[in-house]
């Protein structure tokens, strides 16, 4: 795996807020339980991330939980295989143009 080629898919998963987060009010919203979590854009990425360079906007102010993810460890692994499956499947199913 090459980090220098991230996707930032982990960007993708639910991301609950925990206390002590200093995440800023615009980057939260509210889960079906009522719990803080991290907003998602319309494409359903993290609402933080810069969409041009796959970056954390608020790196500085990230959640614990996004802290705590290890680049290139085995979630990291696993999350990429799991959306690389997926875009595998989208694009079998597409019609071709």
């Not at 460890?73 to 143009?97: F, I, K, M, N, V």
Request: charged fraction near 30%; proline fraction near 5%.
């Amino acid at each position: 795996m090459d980090c220098r080629r991230c996707d930032a898919v982990c960007c993708r998963l639910p991301v609950l807020l925990q206390a002590g987060d200093e995440v800023p009010r615009q980057y939260t919203a509210r889960d079906r339980h009522g719990r803080a979590v991290m907003a998602r854009n319309d494409e359903g990425w993290c609402a933080a991330i810069d969409p041009y360079h796959l970056r954390c906007t608020i790196y500085s102010q990230r959640p614990a939980i996004c802290r705590q993810f290890a680049m290139g460890g085995d979630d990291c692994r696993r999350e990429r295989q799991d959306y690389l499956r997926q875009a595998d499947a989208w694009s079998l199913s597409s019609p071709s143009t």
